[in-house]
């Protein structure tokens, strides 16, 4: 058995290092997995950069990561659904309990649910990580390692979407053009939107999203009017869209996504930003506009998969650079500086393919 196991350990606000660490031993319903390919999110590099997001603080040595796939190398003894040399993408939020939202379906809420690299969780950017096996999912042959990666992002965009209610026919504005907006965007497509509409400030992302099947993009500038660029919305689509995804968290955006959508329509708020945020909420109540907030996802890896297998979602435009785990430094510093779209990390020294 291989002993190396490289990991990448966020130890306070600033201080990202590699180390090694031991291999863990599965308990009887975990597999013991081979990393593969881990993709950087927003939120790894936030809590390098600031040691906390919200109340989610870093107070002791955190293994980040928690976009991944791998291979299963070890099960335990009370697994049955998987076998050594599978192949698997890994749900990071693992609940704890069985409580009233796990009875009801909704884990992602549960407060006590385990979820890799958040405080004081540890993620699974290394070579070798332990999970529940309940929480792996095995892929098919026909879908990549970094596919399977791309499993959790995508599942921010499927979740999104049926809080958001999107079916056969819908039009939808999505707000941003980062990697959780172009997610939302390949899932609303998949789901049946007729139209979507997508804004950016970067006009590369718009490039990127214009490549994976928008059908109107919307340049912003900071200095914007939310009221103006609803009213650009609507003239684009020809209609005010049904559906907005806010994936920014930005004050004015999340203003743009009230004004710009229909009456009776739903705005999903799917980016992070102030704690405090002011917005149009008489607009919103008056015209009967939804408000719907988003936190994860759940039961979106079956339904990520079949969508990936069957080809009617393709998200391997999506990753734009590649790194080794020896690299993961650069790699981050690389996402940090919004460089391209999504960073992947390729654990496996044998195996550096997609």
């Known amino acids: ?6 990991t990448v350990v966020l130890h306070s606000k600033g201080d990202l290092r ?29 809590y390098w950069q ?22 299963v190398v070890k099960v335990g003894s009370a697994v049955t659904h998987l076998k ?13 309990e069985v409580d009233e939202f796990f009875k009801s379906g909704h884990y992602n809420l549960s407060p006590s649910i385990f979820f890799c690299a958040t405080p004081p969780d ?48 819908s039009s939808v504005f999505v707000c941003g053009a980062g990697p959780i907006g172009l997610v939302s965007l390949l899932a609303a497509k998949a789901m049946g939107a007729s139209q979507v509409i997508i804004s950016d400030l970067s006009s590369d992302r718009l490039i990127k999203a214009k490549e994976l099947g928008a059908d109107f993009v919307l340049p912003v500038k900071k200095e914007d009017e939310p009221k103006e660029m609803a009213k650009k919305v609507e003239g684009m689509l020809g ?28 705005v999903v708020l799917v980016g992070l930003g102030a704690e405090m945020t002011t917005i149009p909420l008489l607009n ?39 790194f080794s ?11 940090r500086q919004g460089l391209g779209v999504k960073v992947m990390i390729k654990c496996d020294k044998k195996d550096q393919n997609p």
């Open 325 to 335: 785990l020896e690299q993961a430094v650069e790699a981050f510093e690389t996402t």
């Open 50 to 71: 600031n040691g906390r997001i919200g109340d989610f603080v870093v107070k002791q040595p955190m293994v980040l990561g928690h976009e991944a796939s791998g291979r």
């Open 239 to 266: 209609s005010m869209p049904q559906i907005s995804i806010e994936c920014t968290g930005v004050q004015s955006s999340i203003q743009t996504a009230i004004y710009a959508t229909r009456s009776g329509g739903v």
């Open 18 to 46: 590699l180390e090694q660490r031991p291999i863990p031993e599965p308990g009887p319903s975990e597999v013991l997995l081979q990393m593969h390919s881990v993709g950087i999110c927003g939120s790894d590099v936030h």
């Open 284 to 322: 919103a109540a008056v015209r009967e506009v939804d408000i719907r907030g988003v936190f994860r996802y759940c039961n979106t890896w079956p339904v990520a998969i079949s969508m990936l297998a069957s080809k009617k979602v393709n998200v391997k435009p999506l990753v734009t650079h590649r």
């Open 122 to 169: 540890d993620g699974n950017l290394c070579r070798y990580y332990k999970h529940n096996a309940n929480f792996c999912y095995k892929l098919p042959d026909n879908v990549t390692y970094e596919e399977g990666a791309l499993i959790e992002p995508l599942s921010v965009g499927i979740h999104a979407c049926r809080r958001a209610g999107v079916t056969l026919g």
């Open 84 to 96: 050594a040399g599978d192949r698997v993408a890994v749900e990071p939020g693992v609940p704890r």
């Open 1 to 6: 058995m291989d002993k190396d196991n490289l």
